[in-house]
């Protein structure tokens, strides 16, 4: 497998990341099988892994650093903070106090004394990032964290946080992790570009959409398209943005028929394929959706297949606008004039 550096920096990772949200409760609850889905990925050359502290309230981290025992530097090893880790208003945010502790916390559980890449998770609407990169700036100093990144970040909030990041000569968030697959196609506008400028490795994460791309659900398949993890809009099949998505999901199975490919390999070769991409965050739940994920690491997709897929999903189109999950807090009622 191939490696690319990680934006401006010298760190290099594999075009496909292991996620790990459906390691622990959420997902998979044997950890032995989780453990064994992870080695599998290493073997495999996957270099890269991501996780967050409130997957599984802390069990993913867990399983995540029972599996690399013995193996951990041969990894980038990637987490998040800022979701809530309890019912106290200071276990979450991007506050000083909270990203020492929460910092302490993830290393115990990943059994490790140093984080490769450690993110934020969401924005905070209400607090000044230069004080979440005063604090990541001291623990990069304290050598527990190599590099800091960002996720789910607007346009405007990768360039404030780089702006304070120059200006108050803090260190800077190195990457972004937004959503990006062919039917959420939103960070075209403004967030890819302003990633580009900026130098910063791009994480994507939701490659197959939520599983929209991953097969399962078809226009005369029985069911609808359901997720516990993921807000309840992004599959209600009454909205006509959804059936439009599922359209498109039928076209692309037939585009990928063509070329010899399943619509997981087609999905997410597209996303990879992206000049501005770092890595797709992929997230097998069992050994069996990991294999087949593996084979896009390889592929590259022909113009006329690129072409076709923005003939179906026009570029920086979002089909359904409830699937971006980034900037939603600047849209917000409080936030307009009204």
Known sequence: MEHRLLGRTGLAVSPLCLGTMMFGPWGNDDRADSVRVIHRALDAGITFIDTADVYSAGVSEEIVGEALRGRRDDVVLATKFFMPMG????????????IFQAVENSLRRLGTDYID??????????????????????LVRQGKVRYIGSS?????????????????????????????SILVRGIEQDVLPALQRHGMGTLTYSPLA??????????????????SARPAARFDMSSPANRRKLEVVEELALLAERENLTLIELA????????????????????????????????????????????LVAPGVTINPDDNSYGASELTAEARRR
Do not use: C
């Not at 450690?118 to 230069?130: F, G, I, K, L, T």
């Open 210 to 227: 939520g599983g929209w791309l991953s097969g399962r659900w078809r226009r005369d398949a029985a069911g609808s398209p359901t997720s």
């Open 117 to 138: 890449l450690y993110q934020v998770h969401r924005p905070s609407a209400v607090m000044d990032v230069e004080e979440t990169l005063g604090a990541l700036t001291d």
């Open 87 to 98: 019912e106290h208003p200071n276990q979450g945010g991007g506050s000083r106090k909270w």
């Open 268 to 311: 997410l070769a597209w996303v990879i394929n992206h000049p501005g991409v770092t890595s797709a965050i992929i997230g097998p739940r069992t050994t069996e959706q990991l294999e087949s994920q593996l084979p896009a690491a390889d592929i590259v997709l022909r113009a006329e297949v690129l072409d076709r897929i923005d003939e």
């Open 152 to 180: 789910s970040y607007s346009g405007s909030q990768i360039v404030e946080a780089q702006w304070v990041a120059r200006e108050r000569r803090l260190e800077r968030f190195v990457t972004e992790q937004p959503p990006y």
